[in-house]
């Protein structure tokens, strides 16, 4: 699963392309491109603070820089024009800021299946209006629990959908509104909060369907992680060097991502950077003048813990390294 999103960078007013941002501050808008499953940022463009959230061009130009960074076998067949090859489905995420056609189309064109958000309009309105009180279906978490005060319905029969894709549909939550939460007329009046999106995924089951685009929000998580590498201060006056450094911080956020999957168990594995910084990266230490071994301390509380990732992680370099017999034989 791929996630688009953008995000925005406060900077002062003398950086190259700085802009004013639709949230009354200054600075750079970029748009991302995550894999949900590792939480690597596949891909990033640096945008002037005036750039738009649903810029269909910037979204597929991510998408396209997202999809080349995949492995080889991934992929395969989702080049624009493959006719047959794909091994490995994709999905593309967005929220509503990335529901335009031209996006749908460039995700039909390379192969992939699409969910993305959806405007609350009349058309919708007007279909949940239409929808029989019994066809609402109760929304799931992700232990499969029913989700309390939530149902979802698909209005593809209630709401013209010819201007998309062929075989996109339309699927709609409902959900009891939590305090503080902004709410429409129409939900005022209808009592419940209301969300949509669109998809081409071709599953049966609409509660699984908007429970992965719920799922989406993980993308927020990875922002704020690559922020906190870096991302959330550009240095340099110009653009040019300033593309540099979110490559570098992407890197870095990447690089920091995997060695928690890999060598973290527990909390510490979907710790924030700034949590492994404390733990992991601070613990105090000193070279032996002889041997020149490294030595930590070990009355720090994460000290072991450090040295067991550490082990995990060249366990599976080791492993990764060293040739199977059959690549052997070969």
């Known amino acids: 699963m791929i996630d688009l999103d953008a995000t925005i960078i406060r900077t002062k007013a003398d950086k190259q392309d700085a802009a004013p941002t639709y949230k009354r501050t200054y600075g750079h808008h970029p748009l991302l491109a995550m894999c949900a499953e590792t939480d690597e940022v596949l891909a990033g463009m640096l945008r002037p603070g005036n750039a738009g959230a649903n810029c269909a061009e910037d979204h597929v130009v991510v998408l396209r820089d997202a999809i080349d960074q995949l492995p080889v076998r991934w992929r395969a067949g989702h080049d624009r024009g493959d006719a047959d090859g794909v091994q490995h489905r994709i999905l593309v995420r967005a929220d509503s800021a990335g529901a335009s056609h031209w996006l749908a189309e460039e995700c039909v064109e390379r192969n992939c299946e699409f969910s993305l958000g959806y405007q609350v309009d009349e058309r919708v ?4 209006i239409a929808v029989p009180t019994g066809c609402w279906h109760p929304a799931v978490d992700a232990d499969g ?4 005060g939530a149902e979802v319905v698909e209005l593809t029969c209630f709401v013209n959908l010819d201007a998309w894709p062929e075989g996109t549909r339309l699927i709609v939550r409902r959900e009891r509104p939590h305090p503080g939460a902004q709410l429409s007329l129409f939900d005022t009046v209808e009592g419940f909060r209301h969300t949509a999106f669109i998809t081409n995924q071709p599953d049966a089951d609409v509660a699984a369907l908007e429970l992965r685009q719920r799922q989406r929000a993980r993308a927020e998580n990875v922002i704020r992680d690559a922020k906190a590498t870096g991302l959330a201060n550009l240095p340099f006056d110009d653009i040019v060097n300033n593309e540099v450094w979110m490559q570098l911080c992407f890197t870095a956020h990447d690089l ?38 490294l030595h930590l301390d070990h009355h720090w509380p994460w000290t ?11 366990t599976a370099f080791t492993a990764a390294a ?9």
Do not use: E, M, Y
């Not at 629990?145 to 309390?148: E, K, Q, T, V």
């Open 322 to 330: 060293t040739p199977t017999t059959a690549q052997a034989a070969l």
């Open 304 to 314: 072991q813990a450090l040295l067991d990732a550490i082990n995990r992680v060249r």
């Open 125 to 128: 309105r007007d279909g949940v």
């Open 256 to 293: 920091l991502a995997w060695s928690q999957r890999i060598g973290c168990t527990g909390q510490l594995r979907r710790a924030t950077p700034k949590t492994i910084r404390h733990r992991f990266l601070h613990i105090a230490a000193h070279i032996t003048p002889n041997g020149r071994r």
């Open 145 to 148: 629990g029913r989700r309390d």
